[in-house]
């Protein structure tokens, strides 16, 4: 009998050796899960505050559109001076850094850019915030133009018809 204890010992003693050693891999792999997700999530949001403002536009198309940052009030084209007379309005809450005016006849098309940066257009100014401006723009065509298009960062903003002063 006492063998037979002896035996049932031994059997217990590697039995709950084999078990701790069982435990303690278990609890090193949930350890090291853990300590991937949190380096995983610390590197996310030292990231994503990159990313954000690198791939996307400060201010959405959808968001331009929908306070109308820019209203083309009236467009015409006078036939004695071949100017087209544009007359804009720009939204209270709009943020633009710079707007492209697309004239557009039969089969042409010519694009004027207007910025805040000097660089790019010293011509040229934006209306302030809450501002309508009167623009002129010389036409080389020998026909007059039809349709004038505003955009910003490729968002069109507004698109009018053209008629005569």
Known sequence: MSNINMKNQKENQITNKINKKGISTVVASVLLIMVSIVALTLVWTAIRPMIATS????ISCIELQSESAIKI???????????LELLIERSQKSELSEIKFTISSDNNYRDFICSSNSEICAN?????????????????SQTPPSRITIKSDSCILDTKEIGLC
Not at 55 to 58: A, E, N, R, V
Not at 73 to 82: I, M, P, R
């Open 124 to 140: 040229c100014q934006l209306p302030e915030k809450g501002e309508t401006k009167k623009y002129f723009f010389l036409s080389n």
């Open 73 to 83: 009030n009236s467009a015409c084209y006078n036939n004695n001076t071949k100017e």
């Open 55 to 58: 791939l996307s536009p400060q």
